[in-house]
């Protein structure tokens, strides 16, 4: 089985602009959620999808907004880019549903870097 | 507000030692998991524990749910250059809390 993509792997933007990120999951995951990490501040959890649904949300400001398609598939996008955005952003799929639904497995990421 | 708190925050060995890492919360959990996160590249899932006692191990890893469901350990045996890495844990409990990690390296 293929595993999580995430395109691109790096990108320099620059500040004001916006980005958009993309993930494919595991064949058969419909949950696709969207992390930040940073050195400081460790993992962060912005959004679940399922189902093309937001079914979570962590607690970050609007500008960072997500999609899922019915193929599962996602974008995350983040608009008018700040220097504090710069991170990597992490993709993990999951079953959605069922025991251990919530294992997750993570693409490789995208290393964003707001200029 | 549910926390974990990994303990120690940076550990450094030589190959051949062993080693325990801490996953520490106030907050009960349904169940807890481990991940390794290798420099560049997305968390990988290395185990999950859901009975409290629980001990499951991995070749030379042993994980360890605590009795009450609000800690978990991680212990390395001998551990080696290849095992170097950052140590996420995250608690479930209707969400993935996740704890800041143990960043570890194994000298050769």
């Known amino acids: 089985k293929a595993g999580v993509t995430q395109t691109p792997r790096y990108l320099i933007k620059t500040r004001g602009q916006q980005v958009t990120l993309s993930c494919s999951p595991i064949?058969?995951?419909?949950?696709v959620s969207w992390y930040q990490q940073t050195p400081g501040q460790g993992l962060q959890f912005l959004f679940e999808?399922?189902?093309?649904?937001?079914?979570n949300k962590g607690n970050f400001p609007g500008r960072f907004s997500g999609r899922q398609f019915s193929n599962s598939r996602s974008e995350m996008n983040v608009s008018t880019l700040e220097l504090g955005d710069s991170a990597l952003y992490l993709c993990?799929?999951?079953?959605?549903?069922?025991?251990?639904?919530?294992?997750?497995?993570f693409g490789p990421g995208t290393r964003l870097t707001v200029t | 507000t549910q926390l974990l708190e990994q303990s120690p925050q940076f550990l450094s060995i030589q190959e051949g030692e062993n080693l325990t890492v801490y996953c520490n919360s106030s907050?009960?959990?349904?169940?807890l998991q481990w991940y390794r996160q290798e420099p560049g590249e997305g968390p990988v899932l290395l185990v999950t524990?859901?009975?409290g006692g629980e001990v499951k191990k991995l070749k030379r890893l042993t994980f360890q749910f605590g009795d009450a469901r609000k800690d978990s350990s991680l212990h390395i045996t001998a551990a080696q250059p290849g095992d170097t890495g950052l140590y996420l844990c995250a608690g479930y409990n209707r969400k993935l809390i996740w704890g800041l990690g143990t960043s570890l390296a194994v000298n050769p």
């Open positions: 999808y399922f189902s093309e649904t937001q079914r």
């Open positions: 907050s009960v959990f349904s169940s």
């Open positions: 524990v859901v009975t």
């Open positions: 993990a799929s999951s079953l959605g549903f069922g025991k251990f639904s919530y294992e997750q497995y």
């Open positions: 064949s058969g995951h419909r949950s």
